[in-house]
């Protein structure tokens, strides 16, 4: 799955975070674009990581759909962000930015059904990841507990059982994901098969956490979820 039209948005914006002379309502709606767009860019690893989105036909034309979706967004918006960003920063035409802001959040928002249902199939599905070594799964892991962290940090409106269940979730995957970085580092060759069928496990529940934590990001604010 390819991510790079996110990976320039959230490059861009990144810089544009950087500079000194935003406004600190401005500097709130770029950690807000930045949310969103990290957590798109986690759920595109999250389909590109599992061979459901190959195997099972719907969600081979939801993966498609939703890239087309992405791809399209970020050619109508993403060109526009930095330059937009930068003169609104200097106090030009912060008109123009508001709206290539507004513009982004909205086809954000009109994705998100999509993604949701895509996640409640991933999690459902019993297929196993498509990589069969240890590789990239602490950098996966990093971004998911990246990424809850500062949805909590960024929620004001977050219901306290949902919070409760979201920090509950980031302590186990901290805790899993340290726990096999120490035994790769520790582990004797003898021991490889025994640590392979465990990153096996790992990797699967990592994408479930996934999934679970982009719904978080989704309904976060709806009281259900922590029901």
Same mark, same amino acid.
């Given at each position: ?25 401005? $500097? ?41 979706? !992405?791809? !399209? ?66 950098? %996966? ?26 920090? !509950? ?5 901290? %805790?899993? $994901?340290? %726990?096999?970085? %120490? ?43 922590? !029901?």
């Amino acid at each position: 799955m390819d991510c790079t039209c996110v990976d320039s948005a959230i490059d861009q914006l990144s810089r544009l975070l950087k500079r000194p002379s935003l406004t600190l309502l401005m $500097r709130q709606e770029i950690r807000t674009l930045l949310l969103d767009l990290r957590f798109l860019k986690m759920f595109f690893s999250c389909l590109a990581k599992c061979k459901a989105a190959e195997e099972d036909t719907t969600l081979h034309h939801l993966r498609s759909s939703l890239l087309t979706n !992405a791809e !399209a967004m970020m050619e109508e918006t993403g060109q526009d962000l930095y330059d937009a960003g930068y003169f609104a920063s200097i106090g030009i035409d912060v008109k123009y930015w508001n709206l290539v802001a507004a513009k982004l959040q909205e086809k954000v928002e009109h994705l998100k059904p999509e993604i949701r249902n895509t996640c409640i199939l991933l999690v459902d599905c019993s297929l196993e990841l498509k990589t069969s070594n240890s590789g990239g799964i602490l950098e %996966f892991m990093d971004s998911i507990l990246m990424n809850l962290e500062d949805l909590v940090n960024s929620r004001d409106g977050i219901f306290v059982p949902v919070k409760v269940q979201t920090e !509950a979730l980031q302590e186990k995957l901290r %805790f899993s $994901r340290n %726990f096999l970085d %120490f035994t790769k580092k520790w582990c004797c060759r003898q021991e490889q098969d025994k640590l392979e069928a465990f990153s096996t496990v790992l990797r699967d529940w990592a994408k479930n956490t996934a999934c679970l934590s982009i719904l978080y990001w989704i309904d976060g604010v709806d009281e259900n979820m922590g !029901a």
